[in-house]
Structure formats: C-alpha cells, structure tokens
C-alpha cells in the first residue's frame, strides 16, 4: 500500500485537528478526528474487498520474442455477485492498463502490449493488480499468483547466407515435396489467418459457413538446413537471430527447412507445427 499525494495531506490535516483537539479540549474537534479515523478505515475495508474478490488469468501469444513487444492479454473475473469492482490497474512487467468498473460475476479481456527479455524458458510467477478505490487516498495493490511458464524465441535480425545444393544433400535423401501454390488438390483445411486469400476455397467456405483454404501439391523445392553455428554473427546470440528470421522467411516462401544441431539433425519439413519446434529449438539452444 502506498501513499497518494492526496493521501499525505489528508494525514497531515488528521494530525493537525489531534493536536488541535489535544491541546483545546475541544469536543467538536474529537468528532471530526473520529470520523476521518472512521472514513480511513471504511476505505481501507472496502479496498482491499475491491481486489480480493478477484481472479486472474493469462493469455499469452504462441509467438514471443526477445525484446519484441507483443500483445498480452490478462483475464480479470469479479467473483462477487453482487457488487462491481472499480478502478483496477493491472501492471506487467513495467506496463499498466486500467480497468474502470468491472460488473459482479464478469470477466474483462485487458490487452496488454509488453516486450519480455532473454530468450529461453521464463515463468511469470504473480501479477499485480492496484487500485485507488474506494478514496484516492491509497494504492492498495495485491499480487496473484500465476506460474505461468512460457518460451522466448530470439528476436528476428536479417541474415545474409546463400544457399547452396550442398545443404540439400546434408538432409540424406530426395527432395521432399510439400504444400505449395500450384500442383494438384491435395487438402482442405480450417482457415487460421495466416493463409493468402487466394488459398481459400470459396465454394466449399459458403457451402459449410466457415472459411476453408486448399493446399495443393507443391513442385519440389530444395530443403534448406541451417546450422546456426555457422551463421555470420559477432556472437551465439547473433546468429540464433539471424536463424530465427532465416526460419520464418524461407517457411513464408514455403521452402523446407531443418535444423543441425550439435547432436542432431532435424529435417526439413513445410507445416506450422515444424517452425514451431524450430524455433523452440533455436529458444533453448545452448541452454539445456
């Protein structure tokens, strides 16, 4: 609990009329030293029931990166069921939004924009969340708990690096075919968002009420496999980025891509769920 600059000068004119009443004996003066002692401990009953009636969630993007500020977004459920909650501020990690009145049993989505620090594995043990109700005399604030354990990828940095039939033939086989824009009909899957319109099938799409996109067989591309410790860069660091935006343009250009790692080889492959284990390798490399 701090201390508002409305809150010290209510402090010092509590403490001036004690001294005044002390000293003058006055009766009137003790009723008005009373009832501001009573209006304190009113608002602070009331403030800390304001947070205390609370429960909070997390929701975090699939995709974080270090140093990269990204979108988070805090779930605030009021469990009372009567009375609302006001002016609730949510502070993470530096940043703070504010919630002005939320009803008895609802639930507000915050957006939150933050960046988060070091790439690897990282826990978000609590978040706090202060307010000044009832009286903007106090900042009462109450920290939840979260635990909420999450991965950092290393932030995207432009890397030049010509690619070379040699890479293709570290994969040990023939060049996989993947999703691509041409060739035959091969899938028909949900839209997530990250397709081009122009893969969406619109006949089908109006015919069951929700998007779909097509993915036809792609002419065969030759796999990419990075090794990022041969990448340019000054330091491991460096080139964990310069992986990690090698990984997502080619996977946009839906080139096959793998990973050599210092004991293993992952090999090229085109799906969503592949970048995803691609970067999370790139996120933990040299730390496990």
């Not at 009832?35 to 401990?41: F, P, T, V």
């Not at 205390?52 to 990204?70: C, K």
């Not at 570290?170 to 035959?184: A, C, F, L, Y």
């Not at 109006?206 to 990419?224: D, F, I, M, S, Y």
Request: glycine share 10%.
């Amino acid at each position: 609990m701090k201390l508002t600059r409305a809150g010290i000068l209510y402090i010092v004119l509590l403490l001036l009329l004690g001294f005044g009443a002390v000293n003058t004996g006055n009766n009137l003066l003790y009723l008005m030293v009373s009832a501001l002692l009573g209006l304190m401990s009113v608002s602070g009953f009331l403030g800390r029931a304001n947070l205390r009636s609370l429960e909070v969630a997390l929701d975090l993007p699939e995709e974080i990166y270090d140093g990269v500020e990204t979108l988070v977004t805090v779930r605030i459920k009021n469990r009372r069921r009567k009375l609302p909650a006001f002016l609730l501020q949510v502070d993470l990690q530096g940043r703070s939004a504010l919630v002005r009145t939320l009803g008895a049993g609802d639930e507000a989505r915050v957006p939150v924009a933050t960046a988060f620090h070091g790439r690897g594995a990282q826990r978000l043990a609590e978040l706090r969340i202060a307010s000044i109700f009832p009286v903007n005399f106090f900042v009462r604030s109450f920290a939840f708990p979260l635990e909420r354990d999450f991965l950092v990828f290393p932030a995207p940095h432009p890397c030049r690096f010509a690619f070379g039939s040699e890479q293709a033939r570290e994969v040990g086989g023939p060049t996989p075919k993947g999703r691509g824009g041409d060739g035959d009909l091969c899938q028909i899957d949900d839209y997530t968002g990250a397709e081009p319109l122009k893969r969406i099938h619109w006949k089908l799409s109006a015919r069951q009420g929700e998007l779909k996109v097509k993915h036809t067989g792609a002419t065969a591309r030759e796999p990419v496999v990075l090794d990022p410790a041969l990448l340019p860069g000054r330091d491991l660091e460096e080139k964990l980025r310069g992986a990690t935006w090698l990984v997502n343009r080619l996977m946009r250009e839906e080139r096959p891509v793998g990973l050599r790692l210092a004991d293993r080889l992952i090999a090229p492959a085109v799906s969503r769920g592949h970048r995803m284990h691609l970067l999370r390798e790139l996120a933990l490399y040299g730390q496990t």
